[in-house]
């Protein structure tokens, strides 16, 4: 994948996969993405077969799912990213549920089901920090971005985006305080 994909490329490359299922634009899509979305799932603490078999699963959902993108409502690395954390959530509600279930058979115990409150929560909960992220600054938005559906190291997105690393620092950590800011309650 050449160094030089820009968000707006990418949108492009996830539209062709959507429009025409163009496999030249999902193969330069995987190329980029696979060891983004590798990272991303070692980080939330997957083995790394796991880890793989993940990405495998994920960037599959993204190629089915293509048609649905919408640039006007979020870029191509949100998107995929957003895929690829329900995907996590969904594999790791699998896995507890068939845990939960051998445990049951093996204790004779009944196991209890998550508790709908807290699923209601979790989903405000995100619904309050996406709408808390989209209030911020565009080029804050950008770094946060970058740094964590990227994965990008601060001097990675400052030679990216052309900016001394001071720069995307401080802008880091004025997203960080807003986003504080406007979700204290959360972490109460």
Known sequence: MPPEQTPESLCDLLRAVGVDQDKAAFAELFAFFAPRLKSFYLRGGAANA?????????????????????????????????????????RFRRERRFTQLE??????????DPKGDETVYAAQTETRLHNAIQELPPQQVEVLQLSFFENRSHSEIASHLKLPIGTVKSRLRLAFGKLRAGLEDIWE
């Open 103 to 112: 445990d049951h058979m093996l204790d004779a115990e009944v196991a209890e």
């Open 50 to 90: 796991t880890a793989e078999e993940m990405v495998q699963e994920t960037l599959l959902l993204v190629w089915r799912k293509a048609a649905m993108f919408d640039a006007s409502l979020a870029g191509a690395s949100t998107w995929i990213f957003a895929i690829a954390r329900n995907h996590r959530i969904d």
